[in-house]
Each structure stands twice: as structure tokens, then as C-alpha cells.
Nanobody, 123 residues
């Protein structure tokens, strides 16, 4: 059974850091592109950052460039989203999703999704 489970969200003060995890089961995560998306209250879902099957990154949100990074641990079948210098506007539910070999900024291009993890940036 294909499953993606996000974890690592929580409440953090502005300027703080969080590392989100996207753990996969039922398939090999390294055989796919993994994208991170987020959806803030009252806003549409937006692509944040993606890693292709081949390890290339693509940022889909300019506001996170230089602050967010993505990595993959094939031994743990997990992709991570490291978020530094967090801002209140980063508050959202964060989702990971997978698709073929290459990244896409469109959520509709992804085949499987996790349930999401809440990130709240507030003092």
C-alpha cells in the first residue's frame, strides 16, 4: 500500500527552524520526484520545493529561496524539508506528494499525497 506520512510540524517563533519529514511506505521514494506543497487558510495550495528522482531541486515559491532546503535519505525512504528563518507568512499545512521522475509545480500532476502537517509561525 502506497503511503506518505508527514511529520515535524508544530508551533515555532519567527526566525526559528523546523524540519519536516515525509516518510514513504509501499514503494521506493527515491524512484520518484517528491514535491512539498503548502496551503494557508483562505489561500490556494502552492508548490514550495521539489526534488526530482535524480536529485535536482526546483523552488516554486520565491519567498522560500535561501531559507528552505530539501533532502532525501534513501536508507530511511524519507524526504525532508528543512525550513529556516521562518516567517509568519510560512504558516500553513504542508504536504508532500510524489509523481514520476521530474518535478512539477502543479499539484494536479502528483499521484499520491500525504495527510499534511501543520506549521504555525507565531510569537
Amino acid at each position: 500500500q502506497v503511503q506518505l506520512v508527514e511529520s515535524g510540524g508544530g508551533l515555532v517563533q519567527p526566525g526559528g527552524s523546523l524540519r519536516l519529514s515525509c516518510a514513504a511506505s509501499g514503494f521506493t521514494l527515491g524512484h520518484y520526484a517528491t514535491g512539498w506543497f503548502r496551503q494557508a487558510p483562505g489561500k490556494e495550495r502552492e508548490g514550495v520545493l521539489c526534488m526530482s528522482r535524480y536529485g535536482n531541486w526546483i523552488w516554486y515559491t520565491d519567498s522560500v529561496k535561501g531559507r528552505f532546503t530539501i533532502s532525501r535519505d534513501n536508507t530511511k525512504n524519507t524526504v525532508y524539508l528543512q525550513m529556516n528563518s521562518l516567517k509568519p507568512e510560512d504558516t500553513a499545512v504542508y504536504y508532500c506528494a510524489i509523481r514520476g521522475n521530474y518535478c512539477s509545480g502543479y499539484g494536479s500532476d502528483y499521484d499520491y499525497w500525504g495527510q499534511g502537517t501543520q506549521v504555525t509561525v507565531s510569537s
